[in-house]
């Protein structure tokens, strides 16, 4: 498969060079914008660019205008960068089509991870189908099976469990998992994700031992060996 190709954009060197070495170990292709001028007109000469990391402040362009520019042409993944943590501000964010919100200062690790479930979910990495624990899941068919059986799921419960494997071993908190399954289309509360979780779980059988529940904060979805 072809090294995927990642546009990292920030207006500090520093910061697109720790982001870059750590995906560049990983094997993706990185390429550095300085300013949101430089990114979208990087973006349009490319064409085959995976995942775009944006940093929100920057001059000329920012990374709102950034990702509205790109918006009206693509559905590129995106994950933006901001040293602001207000609410308001990752709504901005999700409501113009962003796919993922880390404040600074991050761990580079967390980002590389996020970078890869942001592509698994895309079916840029895995081409559609990924199997764990007797659970196989065909993203292009939109069908589950468990052990061979066929399992009919509604279009969220399918997006949930989906959500989950992408994201194996993670704690996800419930707010994650709406902006992530729901993407603010929701406007309810949180508990309609417990519903939804209940009712996974049910289905799945005994592998909906898979699905834990952390007490206080949300889900992780882990395979017992």
Not at 175 to 191: H, T
Not at 208 to 221: A, N, S
């Given at each position: 498969m072809e090294p995927l190709k990642v546009l990292v954009v920030d207006d500090e060197a520093r910061m697109r060079k720790l982001v870059k070495d750590f995906l560049t170990i990983k094997g993706y292709i990185v390429i550095e914008a300085g300013d949101g001028e430089e990114a979208?007109?990087?973006?349009?000469?490319?064409?085959?660019?995976?995942?775009?990391?944006?940093?929100?402040?920057?001059p000329k362009m920012d990374g709102w205008e950034v990702c509205r520019t790109i918006r009206k042409y693509s559905q590129v993944p995106m994950i933006m960068l901001t040293a602001k943590s207000e609410e308001r501000d990752e709504l901005q964010g999700f409501n113009l089509g962003v796919d993922e919100y880390i404040s600074k200062p991050f761990s580079p690790k967390i980002l590389v991870a996020r970078v890869e479930a942001i592509l698994r979910r895309s079916n840029v990495v895995s081409a559609g189908v990924a199997e764990v624990g007797g659970i196989e899941v065909d993203k292009a068919a939109h069908q589950v099976t468990i052990d061979g059986k066929a399992v009919d799921l509604s279009y969220k419960e399918f997006e949930l469990l989906s959500y989950?494997?992408?994201n194996q071993g993670i704690a996800l908190s419930r707010?994650?998992?709406?902006?992530?399954?729901?993407?603010?289309?929701?406007?309810?509360?949180?508990?309609t994700i417990d519903t939804h979780v209940k009712k996974l779980r049910s289905k799945l059988g005994?592998?909906?031992?898979?699905?834990?529940?952390?007490?206080?904060?949300?889900?992780?979805?882990?395979?017992s060996e």
């Open positions: 979208v007109d990087l973006f349009f000469s490319q064409k085959d660019i995976s995942l775009i990391i944006l940093d929100v402040m920057m989950f494997i992408d707010e994650k998992i709406l902006n992530n399954v729901w993407n603010y289309d929701y406007f309810g509360d949180a508990r005994e592998k909906g031992e898979y699905i834990k529940t952390i007490w206080g904060m949300g889900y992780k979805f882990e395979v």
